[in-house]
């Protein structure tokens, strides 16, 4: 499989559940990044994580949880969510100043 | 604070009729700047990458050119699956691994 893959597709949680979402690059980047995507909005970074370090949160409330186990993979975890947080998540990879690749996202609603 | 600003927000074409989409910036150090194309429900897909005031790129029937303050997205004959919304982005900041600072877009529309 190559490029960048997100799952799920589509989710749907109550306020007070625990969810993940996932993103598996298989481009050898060295770089990956989680995107939210609202209506009328530009997409906002969130987080970035280079060489498995993260190395920005741009203010993201902490209902919001990022993890890097490798240079492959990274989560996003949700805890507490509010509706407002409904939104296409997308995740992205890059290697130096070639254009991020992104996945296909994760819709997701907050009930 | 860097800003991406691009214009019309929606753009409507029958389908051969060429037009241009604007993107306007304002970045403190210009690392390169970014289109994408985005279908509904997907990622955005990658187009192109300018990096200096004076440079054009062309793919198919897409021509991106770039000056100090704006970059064009030119759409000649487009058609019918040219539809899509066209994402404008900057990279500033050469000390870091840089994030990218998108615009809202520009939804174009091409009617057969």
């Known amino acids: 499989e190559t490029g960048v893959t997100q799952t799920p597709r589509h989710l749907v949680m109550g306020m007070t559940n625990k969810k993940s979402l996932k993103c598996e690059q298989h481009l050898g980047h060295n770089a990956m990044y989680w995107y939210k995507q609202s209506a009328k909005k530009p997409l906002e970074l969130m987080f970035v994580y280079s060489l498995e370090e993260r190395v920005e949160n741009n203010s993201v409330p902490s209902r919001f949880s990022p993890e890097c186990p490798n240079s492959s993979h990274l989560f996003l975890h949700l805890h507490t969510l509010q509706p407002e947080d409904s939104a296409l998540y997308l995740c992205?990879?890059?290697?130096?100043?070639?254009?991020?690749?992104f996945g296909s996202g994760t819709r997701l609603t907050v009930v | 604070e860097d800003q991406v600003t691009q214009s019309p927000e929606a753009l409507r074409l029958q389908e051969g009729e060429s037009s241009s989409l604007n993107c306007s910036y304002t970045?403190?150090?210009?690392?390169?700047l970014f289109w994408y194309r985005q279908d509904p429900g997907k990622g955005p897909e990658f187009l192109f990458t300018l990096y200096s005031a004076g440079e054009e790129k062309e793919k198919e029937r897409l021509k991106a050119t770039l000056t100090k303050k704006e970059s064009f997205l030119h759409i000649t004959a487009p058609k019918p699956e040219d539809s899509a919304t066209y994402l404008c982005?900057?990279?500033?900041?050469?000390?870091?691994?840089?994030?990218?600072?998108f615009g809202k877009g520009t939804k174009l529309s091409v009617k057969p």
């Open positions: 992205a990879s890059s290697q130096d100043l070639r254009g991020y690749t």
């Open positions: 982005a900057v990279q500033a900041d050469w000390g870091s691994q840089g994030n990218l600072i």
């Open positions: 970045v403190s150090g210009l690392r390169g």
